[in-house]
C-alpha cells in the first residue's frame, strides 16, 4: 500500500458522514475523494509518462 494511500484512509475513517457528526463532514468527505482520484490518475499518468521513454 502506498503513503497517499494510507493518509487517504485515515482522513476517510475520520471525515466519513456516519464517524464524524460535523455538518460538512459530508462534503469533506466527497472534496478528499475528489483529490484522492485525481492524485491517483496523476501518479498513474506519470508513471506511463516516464516508462514508455526511450532513450535511443
Known sequence: MTEETEVYRDLAKKLHPDVNKDPK????FKKLGEVYDHEIAELGKNKS????????
Open 25 to 28: 463532514a459530508e462534503e469533506w
Open 49 to 56: 509518462d516516464s516508462s514508455s521513454f526511450r532513450w535511443d
